[in-house]
């Protein structure tokens, strides 16, 4: 018997052989065949309940704590029945009394503000309207978002899960599915060779020449320790993206601005962002890729010293996931928008989407 065996009042802290956390070794079944690996961690690890922080999970693939038949691994590499992940020793952090984070503490007026947010829902999934500055999900920075909004406001719902995602700062809808086999299917839908088509609103600056036009620059994402993230247009090592703008109208007086439709073909992370920067023409309001100068003759707020980011989800079109019927669902740009809109000589209403 050890010494530590005879205290009579062993400190807490000290773990036991036991309750050491264990490098684990999961075989994925049938039920997680053809999910990605972040997914698959984030159940794992509780992450998506809030067990563990996210950015935990994305640091262990990103170090190469986590394997997959023995090597390295991205987070959005898909699994297959029979793959061996490698998950590494991970205390429970958000139980451990010395580094636990508390629960996030979502609002009231949030959870009150639920119900005005869908604009679809039925057995399968439900469509959100999400506003601008509220992030899909929990992250740095961030106690809680979208998901774990709907969460604390729908406890019932047995699973809510983000079919796919939208930046915080952009507005417009974002799919949630009810169960396991919608997920599966919809994140198939929104993969680029799938049948999900999404259409955002963007106002821009400047006055875009082609009222038609295609974006393929590739772009890679610039991201080093101890930074955000950024994408830059790489045609050596970035990833295919591709953009097609519609321009909807120009300014007939004031700043010069064109209010264009920008349909996704593949979903990069900011695609449409660094795209309209690529082609010369920065969305207004928009502090990573945007132009402080050009932004703040537009904010109509004195306390803010630019707009809010010009970028809206409006329309989503898919193949619903139970009855196999096409689903379109639109939404108007935020009402902060038309102040803008009216300044500019710009409108949507006589425009009618292509279907």
């Not at 439900?126 to 961030?142: E, M």
């Amino acid at each position: 018997m050890t010494a530590q065996n005879h205290q009579d009042h062993p400190t807490a802290s000290a773990p036991t052989a036991t309750d050491r956390p264990r490098v684990r070794h999961e075989t994925v079944d049938a039920r997680s065949d053809g999910q990605r690996l972040d997914n698959f961690l984030l159940r794992e690890l509780g992450a998506q309940h809030d067990k563990q922080p996210r950015a935990l999970v994305y640091r262990l693939i990103r170090k190469g704590q986590v394997r997959v038949n023995k090597k390295r691994a991205k987070p959005m590499q898909r699994l297959r029945d029979g793959d061996i992940v490698r998950i590494p020793p991970v205390r429970d952090l958000r139980g451990d009394p010395d580094t636990a984070r508390p629960a996030a503490r979502i609002p009231a007026g949030w959870l009150e503000r639920v119900d005005t947010l869908v604009r679809h829902e039925d057995e399968a999934l439900l469509v959100i309207d999400k506003p601008a500055g509220l992030a899909a999900h929990a992250g740095s920075g961030f106690d809680f978002g979208l998901i774990e909004l709907l969460r604390a406001a729908r406890p019932t719902n047995d699973m809510l899960e983000l079919a796919h995602r939208i930046d915080r700062e952009t507005s417009g809808l974002i799919v949630v599915a009810k169960s396991r086999a919608t997920l599966l299917d919809l994140q198939e839908q929104f993969r680029p060779e799938g049948v999900a088509k999404k259409r955002y609103l963007a106002l821009c600056h400047g006055h875009w020449r082609d009222a038609h036009q295609t974006i393929t620059a590739p772009l890679r994402k610039d991201q080093g320790d101890g930074r955000a993230h950024r994408v830059v247009v790489d045609p050596r090592a970035g990833k295919s993206a591709r953009t097609d703008f519609e321009r909807l109208g120009i300014s007939h007086r004031g700043p010069a601005l064109s209010l264009m439709a920008a349909t996704l073909h593949t979903g990069r992370t900011h695609q449409i962002r660094v795209h309209c920067r690529h082609a010369g023409h920065p969305i207004v309001g928009d502090s990573k890729y945007g132009d402080r100068t050009l932004d703040r003759p537009l904010s109509l707020n004195q306390a803010r010293r630019r707009p809010e980011l010009m970028l809206h989800a409006y329309r989503l079109t898919l193949t619903h996931p139970t009855h196999g019927g096409r689903l379109t669902i639109t939404s108007n740009p935020p009402d902060t928008w038309q102040p803008l809109l009216d300044a500019a000589g710009l409108t949507l209403k006589n425009h009618q989407p292509p279907r």
